[in-house]
């Protein structure tokens, strides 16, 4: 079992040497295995939640891009205004509704710390992908 497997990933001051080791050599594996026309199933069966509470065409597409390339499926929120947030549900309520749907979430959210709001809500990995003026790790 990998030493991510289940980790939130919120903050780049949290990933050891050895994670951030591992992140990098496996990306290079499957790219190079994609450069050759290979496919990936790393992520079959699995669905990864995309909520972007905050317009980013390029980090979006991105993650939803890398799943399906890993063989995972996608569901997606890009418009805060077609989620319940526009009716005043709570970040941890909305996140809470997703995890029953999803294996996995990315968030994006123009409040700093919205995405650990986000992780101590739910028992499904995490994955920051901006909170304001917070943490961008995986840029």
Not at 40 to 55: K, S, V, W, Y
């Amino acid at each position: 079992m990998s030493i991510l497997c289940g980790k939130d990933i919120l903050r780049t001051d949290t990933l050891s040497d050895e994670e951030l080791d591992l992140i990098l050599r496996t990306a290079a594996r499957f790219e190079s295995v994609l450069q050759c026309g290979g496919r990936l199933n790393h992520m079959e069966g699995l669905i990864l939640a995309t909520l972007f509470f905050e317009p980013s065409t390029r980090t979006r597409l991105s993650f939803e891009t890398a799943m399906l390339r890993l063989g995972g499926q996608v569901i997606t929120v890009a418009d805060p205004k077609t989620s319940s947030a526009a009716k005043g549900e709570s970040l941890a309520d909305s996140v809470r509704t997703v995890e029953g749907y999803a294996d996995v979430i990315v968030i994006r959210h123009p409040e700093k710390g919205s995405a650990q709001v986000a992780a101590d809500a739910v028992a499904i990995p995490v994955i920051n992908a901006g909170d304001g003026a917070g943490q961008h790790p995986t840029q």
